[in-house]
Each structure stands twice: as C-alpha cells, then as structure tokens.
C-alpha cells in the first residue's frame, strides 16, 4: 500500500513541475497526468481490445474547473417559489412555536437541496450547503429588531456563490434561507 502512494506522489510531483506556471502566467484548467500502466486507466476508456478508446495509453486530462457553470440565476428563483410556497401552508395566524419552527426548518433545508441538486442546475462537482434560520418578529411595529448572519470561508468569486431568500410565515415569523454552492476540486 504504501509503493502505490509513493508512486502516485511521484507521478504527481513530476506532473506538478512539468506543468508548474510561471509568475506571470495564469494557471491552466486542466492537468495532464502520465499513467504507468493500462491498469491505472479506468475501464471506461479501455475498449474490448485492450487500448485506450479516445485518448492517449500515456495521459488522462483532469479538470480542475467546472464544465459548466452553476445558473446562480435559475436557482435564486427555485429557491424563492419554493420557500414561499412552504411558507403559505403555514397558516396566517399562527404564532410561534418553536416545535413548528424546527419542523419547519428541517423540512425546508430537506427540500431546497433537493430543488438546488437537480441535474440541470448542478454540475457533479458542487456541494450544496443549506441554513435556515426561523425567527420570531416584534409584535408591534414600535419595537425595532434586527438579525445579522455572518458566515466566513475559501471562496473562489469564479466557480462558488450564495444564494439568500427570506419570506414571512404566520403572524409573527420569518424564514430566511441561505444556500452556499461550492465548486470542489
């Protein structure tokens, strides 16, 4: 076991300083990765014959940015029917509780990354992080509130986005949903 990581390191590392840029140059997209064997080749690619349908026997290419893009667009507006939708089951006089708030939370994240998985907004390589946060309103309009959520990470401006909605339920609640899709390489 340990040969094989020490192989695969050294492949890596050579790899690493044939394609290592220059202080100017950009970093490529995709890296080529020489193989020792037709055994290391996934099967998928290897024909009946034995050789490598499509590609080189000495070199697979890896991807090291998305394929296709995340449509951020076409997500904000799912995540916005949907929530508005589950909210207005709720009943418009309902108070809080916080059983009803849990409730509510749990089943909202459930469904919104199943809506923001779906093959025709994500790509393979996107992991979805959901949080809703349920909360309770001033019951009069004197009294002024307020709620601020600060999230920190690694963050790529190209590959990764956030999506946030906010609907009221009941009297005296408000959801507010946020959605984290990352590009993981």
């Not at 949907?82 to 089943?107: F, G, I, M, P, Q």
């Not at 956030?162 to 507010?176: C, E, L, P, Y």
């Amino acid at each position: 076991m340990e040969t094989k990581r020490l192989v695969a390191r050294s492949i890596l590392q050579k790899a690493w300083s044939i394609t290592k840029p220059a202080n100017d140059s950009p970093l490529s997209t995709s890296l080529a990765l020489p193989l020792l064997s037709k055994h290391l080749i996934p099967p998928a690619i290897v024909n009946s014959e034995g050789t490598v349908a499509s590609q080189s026997p000495r070199s697979l290419v890896y991807s090291l940015g998305p394929t296709k893009k995340y449509d951020f667009v076409r997500a904000q507006k799912l995540v916005e029917s949907e929530l508005n939708r589950r909210c207005a089951r709720v009943s418009k006089h309902a108070k809080y509780d916080s059983k009803l708030s849990s409730d509510l939370s749990r089943d909202l994240a459930i469904r919104l990354r199943r809506i923001l998985k779906l093959e025709y907004l994500n790509s393979v390589r996107y992991k979805i992080i959901i949080m809703i946060s349920v909360v309770q309103t001033a019951p009069n309009r004197l009294t002024h509130q307020a709620m601020a959520i600060a999230s920190r990470c690694l963050w790529n401006q190209d590959t990764d986005g956030s999506i946030s909605v906010q609907a009221k339920i009941g009297r005296d609640m408000v959801a507010t949903a946020t959605a984290f899709i990352v590009y993981t390489d």
